[in-house]
């Protein structure tokens, strides 16, 4: 090939992702008023047709909702802004299935859902529309206010999220274990040699989430005050907080695969701590459906669990697909994947006690236990 088609189709595909990273900032600032299509040639430094374009391709993707109001015009929301009576689905023209929206956020633990998205679903008629944020907060609250109908996220985020708003239930476990606290490769049995170490140091972490309770109640149970004795500083993506590391902005991470086996490949970290050695068997995420969802769409919930379960069986018995739709889904090297796959547990069970054993180990004060069997289906 030409290197200087080659050259002009990367500054095109790199163009591509500048402007619609213009048009999602200006959606993430204008927030749940949206804003009128007509205002972005204005707005922006693109035409009209461009925008239009652009347009059709995010909603392809999931990423924003655009809808007509008075007059034929457009009005446009991120996906996770819209208003919840603006997020109404359609009927899709192709598979003639309304579709079921369900948030996540990139980890290798979803390899079930990924596999029943890629090969189970369509058998039981669920035209599942995977919408992926890059943190569980995000995810986990799109789904207290409807504009999802399930989100698999951590546990604790889906609890606090939960005793909130009350606007959510949890259906089904997802995984266990999969984490741990990686140490920068120049730091590691040097400076930082165990969890004491970790006095004065910056952790990355993911806020109101399983790496940020782990990583408290470790440096708890080895008496530090995980607010005073170290300073955690929390990113909004995984990605993120793998370049902080990489560029020495922080001195370790509470992360999960394939992240930890990212690192570690790269020769850029190393686990000091896996949680599954502090809290074997721990359930980490677990699958939650919006409350008015699950109440409306039983039967739906019915089929989709029939698949979801069916998933997990065939994983077991499908080890190498299993990896590649999950190497498809998060765009990373399945080498990345197949390395750390068996650090997690994947399992669709979860119970009351479960989730009782996360409140203990997490020290949660809750006013009234009686408040957990109110946000669980089961």
């Not at 996360?358 to 236990?369: P, S």
């Amino acid at each position: 090939m030409d290197p200087n088609i080659h050259n002009k189709r990367q500054y095109k595909s790199a163009g591509k992702r500048d402007a619609k990273k213009e048009i999602l900032d200006l959606l993430t600032a204008v927030g749940e008023e949206g804003i009128f299509q007509a205002e972005l040639p204005t707005k922006l430094t693109l035409s009209t047709t461009y925008i239009s374009m652009l347009l059709k391709e995010l909603e392809k993707e999931s990423r924003i909702i655009k809808r007509k109001e008075i007059g034929k015009v457009n009005r446009i929301w991120l996906f996770n802004n819209a208003p919840k009576e603006e997020s109404v689905r359609e009927l899709d023209k192709k598979t003639h299935l309304y579709p079921v929206y369900l948030g996540f956020v990139p980890a290798a633990e979803y390899a079930a859902l990924f596999f029943a998205e890629k090969t189970i679903f369509k058998k039981y008629n669920i035209n599942l529309k995977l919408i992926q944020f890059q943190n569980v907060e995000d995810a986990t609250l799109a789904l207290g206010k409807g504009i999802l109908d399930l989100c698999v996220t951590p546990v604790i985020t889906q609890i606090a999220v939960a005793l909130r708003t009350g606007s959510l239930k949890i259906i089904a476990g997802a995984g266990r274990e999969g984490s741990a606290i990686v140490i920068r490769n120049d730091l590691f049995c040097k400076s930082i040699c165990n969890v004491d170490d970790l006095k004065d140091k910056r952790i990355g972490s993911s806020k109101l989430s399983a790496m940020e309770m782990n990583l408290r109640t470790i440096l708890e149970n080895n008496g530090l005050d995980s607010y005073a004795d170290c300073k955690i500083i929390f990113y909004n993506s995984p990605d993120v907080m793998y370049h902080a590391l990489k560029t020495g902005k922080i001195d370790a991470v509470s992360i999960w695969e394939p992240y930890i086996t990212k690192l570690e490949l790269e020769n850029l970290g190393k686990v000091l701590l896996w949680y599954s050695e502090s809290f074997p068997e721990l359930p980490c995420c677990t699958l939650a459906a919006n409350a008015n969802f699950l109440e409306g769409n039983a039967w739906l919930i019915d089929k989709f669990m029939n698949g979801y379960f069916e998933a997990f069986e065939q994983i077991a018995k499908k080890r190498d697909m299993a990896i590649q739709c999950v190497a498809n889904k998060l765009k990373i090297n399945d080498r990345l994947v197949r390395k750390g796959y068996d650090h997690f547990i994947y399992s669709p069970f979860i119970s009351e006690k479960d989730i009782n054993a996360v409140v203990r180990c997490y020290r949660l004060r809750l006013t009234d236990e009686r408040e957990i069997r109110k946000i669980l289906a089961f």
